[in-house]
C-alpha cells in the first residue's frame, strides 16, 4: 500500500461525562469506568507505587495541579499496529483501517517527580482550570477530564518515573477507547490522501521540542533528539505516532493535541478543495549548534522537494 492510498476511518465517541465505578462501558455520551482495573493496570509497573483516580468536568470548582500529560483515548480496531505505536505495541507504520476515539476526553497525568532536578531537566508546573478566567487558557478545560494520581515507587529516578507514568497513561487512554470497540460510533471521518491534480502541494513541517529528559517528544516509541527530519503520512499523527515527554512552560504539546492538532485537521480539510495535502514533516525545532540548525533546514526543504511542494 502506498503513501497517497493510506485510508483511516476515524470513528468518534463523544464523551460528555467520566463516572467512576465497577465497570467500563460507555452509553449516551457518559464513559463508566472500573476503578479498580485501571489501578490494576497502572500498577503492573513497580516504578509506580500506587494511583487514585478523579474525574472532573468543566465548570466544576477544581484546579489541577502537577499535570504531565493529557491523552485523548484512542484504540485501533482494524489495521496495522497499536494506537500509540512503540509503547502500546510495537514500532510498525499505522495510519490505516479504524480508529476509535473518546471524543471530548482527556486523560492527564498528575504526579511529582521523586528528586529534585534543575536547568533544562527541571520539571515545570502544569495548571489546569476547570472553571473562571484561567480556564480560557487551560487548553483541557473544556473536556471531560480523568485524573491519574500517581505517586512514584521507592527505587524510581526521575527518568524512570517519566517512563513508567507516560507508559501507564497511554496504556489506560487505549484501555478505555476499547470499550466502544463493538459499538456504532456517532460519527466516522475518513483520512486519505487521494490524488488532487492542479492544487497547490502543501506540507506542515511540524516542529517538535526535543532537548533532553522533561523536554522531549517521542516519535514510534523513541524520543526524536538525534533524528533528522521524517516524512509523516497526516494519518499517523491520528494514531498516536506521536507522544509528548515535554513539560516546559510555554512550548508545552501534549499527546492529545499532537493527535487532534488543528493544522493536520485544517489541512485534510483542506484537501482537494483549494490545496493538495502533501504530507507532515517531523522535525526537531532546537539545535545546539548553528550547523545542527542549518542541517535540519536542509532536509526540511529537500523532502518538501520530494513531495512535490
Not at 4 to 12: C, E, I
Not at 147 to 164: F, I, K, Q, S
Not at 182 to 199: I, N, Q, S, V
Not at 242 to 258: A, D, E
Request: hydrophobic fraction near 45%; proline fraction near 6%.
Amino acid at each position: 500500500m502506498t503513501f497517497l492510498t493510506m485510508r483511516l476511518d476515524v470513528a468518534s465517541f463523544p464523551v460528555h461525562r467520566a463516572e467512576l465505578g465497577a465497570r467500563t462501558a460507555y452509553a449516551a455520551g457518559v464513559l463508566s469506568v472500573d476503578v479498580e482495573a485501571v489501578r490494576a493496570l497502572v500498577r503492573r509497573d513497580p516504578r509506580i507505587a500506587d494511583v487514585r483516580l478523579e474525574a472532573v468536568h468543566p465548570g466544576e470548582s477544581a484546579r489541577i495541579l502537577r499535570a504531565l500529560d493529557a491523552v485523548e483515548p484512542i484504540t485501533k480496531t482494524r489495521g496495522d499496529g497499536a494506537a500509540f505505536p512503540g509503547f502500546n505495541g510495537p514500532p510498525v507504520t499505522v495510519g490505516r483501517g479504524v480508529t476509535h476515539r473518546l471524543a471530548g476526553l482527556v486523560v492527564v497525568a498528575v504526579t511529582e517527580f521523586p528528586f529534585p532536578a534543575g536547568g533544562v531537566q527541571a520539571f515545570e508546573e502544569g495548571i489546569i482550570e476547570m472553571t473562571g478566567p484561567g480556564a480560557e487558557h487551560s487548553g483541557c478545560a473544556d473536556r471531560a477530564t480523568l485524573c491519574l494520581v500517581l505517586t512514584p515507587g521507592a527505587a524510581a529516578t526521575n527518568a524512570d518515573y517519566d517512563d513508567a507514568v507516560r507508559r501507564a497513561t497511554l496504556r489506560v487512554a487505549d484501555h478505555l477507547a476499547s470499550a466502544t470497540t463493538a459499538l456504532t460510533p456517532a460519527h466516522t471521518e475518513t483520512f486519505a490522501l487521494d490524488a488532487a491534480p492542479g492544487l497547490p502541494r502543501i506540507v506542515w513541517v511540524h516542529q517538535v521540542r526535543a532537548q533532553g529528559p522533561m523536554v522531549q517528544t517521542f516519535l514510534y516509541g523513541h524520543e526524536i533528539s538525534g533524528a533528522l527530519p521524517t516524512i509523516l503520512h497526516p494519518n499517523e499523527l491520528l494514531d498516536g505516532a506521536l507522544v509528548s515527554g515535554n513539560y516546559k512552560i510555554g512550548s508545552r504539546t501534549p499527546t492529545y493535541v499532537h493527535t487532534r492538532h488543528p493544522a493536520l485537521l485544517s489541512l485534510h480539510a483542506r484537501h482537494g478543495r483549494d490545496a493538495a495535502f502533501a504530507g507532515v514533516i517531523a522535525a526537531r525545532g532546537h539545535h545546539e549548534t548553528e550547523a545542527l540548525k542549518q542541517r535540519s533546514a536542509s532536509f526540511v526543504a529537500k523532502l518538501a522537494g520530494m513531495l512535490g511542494a
